[in-house]
């Protein structure tokens, strides 16, 4: 079997089989909501340092799983799965991991640093020279009634969530430019406020609201008091799972509980549309109040990897 096996390295979006990615990335037990053509694409917009491409093993003319990757344009030795610390790995049918298995290193065996951070796939850890850590995300399991897993939430949250409706605030897709421009506002005060040093760039927000029109693989929801944006969040998706990705709520107006209106909303689609997991991330080390605030929306602790080629 190993002789019939193929790999194609490197190809461009514009050149792999669409159809067959949009099969893995749909039916993978691998498969994570940064694996979507449209965030990937949203990257590759946004980030000129960076170039998008795709690795794909075939057996005969079968194609058995693609990876996505980016390498960096002016430092083509280095490997990242996906930007950003987002999830990456290889697409491909449980059914088939025993040919992974037997391929593993000579699917790798270039000698390019990389660093790949996967959910729940332990895979890499057969590839030579690869050191693998642990790290932990938030997850609210999203299987259950709409109603038992609010009433599990913290007394705290519940108020406030009641509150935000007593407030009249809607949440809604972000639909109209408008819009765009008071959460492009909103993201520039959280700029100043933390002193990001190398925040995301309009083109990525551009691109991550049109495909919000156009896909359900992006959800870009907004929170709305009197027509105004007070807070939105940027949700990912898969058939398993939604990622929560970014949040940012107006200074003046965060009485209002506008991301916790958008939370609730989420978890209240995931429900309807039999989403497992509503992923909230990870919490940077010592801190407390973010912690705080996911266990109280009843998040719990769930391990993922991250690999990195050693030399």
């Not at 551009?206 to 807070?231: G, H, P, R, T």
Request: hydrophobic share 35%; charged share 25%; net charge positive.
């Amino acid at each position: 079997m190993k002789n019939n096996l193929k790999f194609n390295f490197n190809l461009t979006l514009e050149e792999i089989d669409i159809n067959s990615y949009k099969f893995l990335y749909n039916n993978s037990e691998y498969s994570t909501p940064f694996h979507s053509i449209e965030f990937l694409d949203s990257i590759q917009k946004s980030r000129k340092d960076l170039v998008l491409k795709f690795n794909i093993l075939y057996l005969e003319d079968k194609i058995l799983g693609i990876m996505p990757f980016f390498k960096k344009k002016f430092f083509p030795f280095v490997v990242v799965s996906l930007p950003y610390g987002c999830y990456g790995g290889y697409l491909y049918l449980k059914k088939d991991e025993y040919i992974f298995k037997e391929s593993i290193n000579k699917i790798f065996k270039s000698k390019i640093f990389f660093k790949i951070n996967s959910y729940n796939n332990e895979i890499y850890k057969m590839i030579k020279n690869v050191r693998c850590t642990i790290q932990h995300t938030w997850v609210i399991e999203t299987s259950d009634k709409y109603e038992n897993i609010f009433q599990r939430l913290h007394s705290k949250t519940k108020n406030q969530i009641r509150k935000s409706v007593k407030e009249g605030i809607v949440v809604k897709n972000l639909l109209y430019e408008e819009e765009l421009e008071q959460v492009i506002s909103i993201y520039s005060q959280l700029i100043k406020k933390h002193n990001i040093k190398k925040p995301y760039n309009r083109a990525l927000f551009e691109s991550l609201y049109k495909y919000n029109i156009s896909s359900d693989n992006i959800l870009f929801k907004i929170a709305k008091k009197d027509d105004k944006v007070i807070a939105y969040s940027v949700f990912l998706k898969n058939n398993f799972q939604i990622f929560y990705w970014m949040n940012a709520s107006h200074k003046d107006y965060t009485k209002f509980n506008g991301t916790n209106a958008i939370l609730n909303d989420i978890i209240y689609y995931s429900t309807m549309n039999k989403i497992e997991e509503l992923n909230l991330g990870a919490i940077p080390l010592g801190n407390k109040g973010l912690e705080h605030f996911k266990k109280r929306w009843n998040a719990t602790k769930k391990s993922y990897y991250i690999f990195k080629r050693i030399f």
